[in-house]
């Protein structure tokens, strides 16, 4: 069994997860898939989002749930697509509110990791899917792994901008201490719920305000 390795910043920090044995069991499951499905994000791509934004810059957390099932979408960031391909309608409408709130010109892709780069940890509750066959690898233990992360995030000595969109994401308010860190919720892009309340919402500029209270980096959403 090939064991997918957590980049070197975040070892460390999860390193009591790795050895857990729901986590072993995980990874048995994920490889038993491989061999006789097509599973997304890539083997290499699962982490990405650990990769790009070490535990020490981590300054927004923004949660997904599932990762793209369709083909050459997922690369591991919540939300993102992968260059040259049409962004997906959730992440449309995480545009139109961008460029409603701060008044930034719809992106030509979807391929978000100039944001991560940033700070903006890009987490999906859970890493892998099945191709075109969503929440898949629901309930076999990615759950428990990304809990833990956001558990360990909440324990940044530093504030921390959790951004829960929908409500999957808002189950996670248990894991936050809200006292300490800044919590910004609404319903979820999906355009089965973005009139609901994502729409006019303003995440992205209570976002900077935030960071700027705090005297850290403001996000530079353009996507680059």
């Not at 994920?30 to 990405?48: D, G, L, T, W």
């Not at 995480?94 to 460029?99: M, P, R, S």
């Not at 690898?137 to 000595?157: C, L, M, Y």
């Not at 900077?208 to 705090?214: G, M, V």
Request: net charge positive; hydrophobic share 35%; proline share 7%.
């Amino acid at each position: 069994m090939t064991q997918i390795k957590l980049p070197i910043s975040w070892q460390n920090i999860l390193a009591e997860e790795l050895e857990k044995p729901y986590f072993i069991k995980l990874q048995e499951f994920i490889c038993e898939e491989r061999k006789s499905y097509s599973v997304y994000p890539s083997e290499q791509e699962v982490f990405s989002a650990f990769e790009l934004t070490p535990y020490a810059q981590v300054n927004v957390l923004l949660l997904g749930q599932d990762p793209y099932h369709r083909k050459n979408q997922a690369h591991g960031l919540c939300f993102s697509v992968k260059p040259g391909i049409k962004p997906p309608p959730s992440l449309m409408n995480i545009f139109k509110e961008l460029k409603t709130d701060i008044g930034c010109e719809i992106p030509s892709h979807g391929y978000l990791v100039n944001w991560a780069k940033q700070g903006i940890l890009m987490l999906n509750a859970v890493l892998t899917v099945r191709a075109s066959t969503a929440n898949s690898h629901k309930n076999q233990g990615w759950e428990i792994f990304t809990d833990a992360v956001i558990h360990k995030i909440n324990q940044k000595p530093d504030p921390v901008v959790f951004v829960l969109w929908g409500g999957y994401a808002q189950k996670k308010l248990k894991l936050i201490d809200t006292t300490r860190h800044c919590v910004i919720k609404s319903a979820h892009p999906s355009p089965l719920s973005a009139h609901n309340g994502f729409f006019g919402s303003q995440p992205f500029s209570k976002i900077n305000s935030t960071l700027r209270k705090w005297g850290k980096p403001e996000i530079d959403w353009v996507s680059k």
